[in-house]
């Protein structure tokens, strides 16, 4: 498997469980710092490396009047001081192939959004920088057919690639976790990602109502995802999810991290003690 270098930070091929954490979207830089720094501080002592996600804009909304985020320039300074101050690198959206080389300046990983993952020019865009390109796969796409997008990526030169699982269409409006999918990404030879905070979601009803998403189910999915054998646990997170402008019904409360992070991280260090061991015979 291709190890994923992010500064000091190796993804895959056998190294340790990685946290990508942050709030859903920058609502301001006061919140990204003081949150980034309190990930930072629990990442330090539980002893798993971080990476800070935020979003500097939210393209997709149910609606034209909810909050979007800060502009480009606002929110790439944002990300930017976290990098500097906290010290921990950064990952956000792209949503527009005209910003790739702007945000290939602050960002140490590019991610592309489910729903623009086969958007050819977006990804080429963000392949081209050379940076580490994230791809959240559509929740209508299978996961052996994420080949196509990785073939786009390599195309171009770029073998630092992540694939994250957020669930795929169940009827209309809920998500289902195939944990096959862990596997069947991985035969891509790149390190496979959960997003287990946006595969909770209830699409259809807006995120700020409490009925669009199911969080208590975070910790069922994190668990059987590290047991299945993923490389990093994506979580989106707050410390005020009640009041936060973006997924307030789908973040992890950051008060609750710890818990949770110490449950998975067990798990994680009995599944990297079992041999790994292959169908006898191939696949039936």
Not at 86 to 113: F, K
Not at 157 to 176: A, D, M, P, Q
Request: aromatic share 6%; charged share 20%; proline share 6%.
């Amino acid at each position: 498997m291709n190890c994923v270098k992010v500064n000091n930070i190796s993804i895959g091929d056998g190294n340790p469980l990685v946290l990508i954490a942050g709030p859903c979207v920058i609502e301001s830089e006061k919140l990204v710092l003081e949150t980034a720094d309190s990930i930072r501080t629990l990442a330090e002592k539980l002893k798993i490396p971080f990476i800070f996600k935020s979003s500097y804009r939210k393209d997709n909304r149910s609606s034209a009047r909810s909050y979007q985020g800060l502009s480009l320039k606002e929110g790439l300074r944002a990300l930017a001081r976290v990098r500097s101050q906290v010290g921990v690198p950064v990952i956000s959206d792209i949503h527009d192939a005209h910003d790739a080389d702007r945000v290939a300046d602050v960002l140490d990983i590019i991610q592309i959004p489910a729903y623009l993952c086969m958007q050819t020019s977006l990804v080429l865009a963000a392949a081209r920088t050379g940076k580490p390109v994230n791809i959240k796969k559509g929740q209508f796409l299978a996961p052996e057919d994420v080949r196509h997008i990785v073939g786009k990526i390599e195309g171009e030169g770029n073998r630092n690639i992540l694939l994250t699982e957020r669930g795929s269409c169940f009827g209309y409006h809920n998500l289902v976790v195939d944990m096959r999918s862990f596997q069947i990404m991985r035969e891509t030879g790149y390190p496979v990602v959960f997003d287990p905070t946006h595969a909770i979601r209830v699409y259809g009803i807006s995120s700020s109502d409490p009925r669009g998403g199911t969080p208590q189910y975070v910790p069922a999915l994190s668990r059987a995802a590290v047991a299945a054998g993923i490389d990093a646990l994506f979580i989106e997170t707050h410390p005020d999810c009640r009041s936060a402008l973006c997924d307030a019904a789908s973040m992890w409360p950051l008060q609750n991290l710890e818990e949770l992070l110490v449950q998975v991280l067990a798990i994680d260090q009995c599944a990297r003690s079992q041999k790994a061991f292959k169908y006898p015979g191939g696949a039936p």
